[in-house]
């Protein structure tokens, strides 16, 4: 598959990828990017009770040469995932671990994230026959192009029609 965005790729429909879905050297983009604001720094601050003074003290960050107080680092790793999700592991049924997540370049109140993401590695799973293992590269650009993060991650992908039923059972027992 060339690298298209999300949306043209999503061939899959509404349910997503599953582990047959998913070719060694595919790329694509995922799709709405992510505009980050300073209340995304602060949430994640209140929610994690990270208060290392470089993101969220201004002063501070400028005194350490920062043209701004910086997005969390570990913000822009998860987002650098997340953003995949609807393309890459809606259909998982566990997430295995990530073998790297680096920061490449700061990432500032106003950027854009917008994430690629490469099929690295795939195979069926030993143990769990309705399954198989799927490794991406995730890849975090700003709105300038600049690489800002990246990750590589691992998730036990379900194979089509061995997924638990996601959506209510209705009459005659189909999907709505």
Same mark, same amino acid.
């Given at each position: 598959m060339a690298a298209v965005a #999300?949306?043209?790729?999503?061939?899959? #429909?509404e349910e997503g990828p599953y582990f047959e879905d998913f070719r060694v050297g595919d790329r694509f983009w995922s799709w709405p990017?992510? &505009?980050? $604001?300073?209340?995304d720094n602060t949430l994640w601050t209140a929610v994690t009770g990270d208060s290392t003074p470089l993101y969220?003290?201004?002063e501070y960050a400028g005194r350490a040469g920062h043209r701004d107080t910086p997005i969390h680092p570990v913000l822009v790793l998860a987002l650098t995932a997340s953003l995949?999700? $609807?393309y890459t592991s809606i259909n998982s049924m566990a997430f295995l671990g990530a073998e790297y997540m680096r920061i490449h370049k700061p990432v500032y109140p106003g950027? &854009?994230?917008c994430v690629e993401t490469e099929v690295a590695y795939k195979r069926e799973s030993r143990s769990r026959p309705d399954t198989g293992i799927v490794v991406w590269v995730h890849r975090a650009y700003s709105q300038s192009g600049?690489?800002?993060?990246?990750?590589? $991650?691992?998730n036990l992908v379900y194979r089509r029609g061995r997924a638990p039923r996601w959506w209510p059972v209705g009459e005659g027992g189909g999907k709505p």
């Open positions: #999300g949306p043209s790729w999503a061939a899959w #429909g990017c992510k &505009t980050l $604001r300073e209340s969220v003290d201004k995949a999700v $609807r950027d &854009t994230l600049e690489l800002v993060a990246e990750v590589k $991650r691992a």
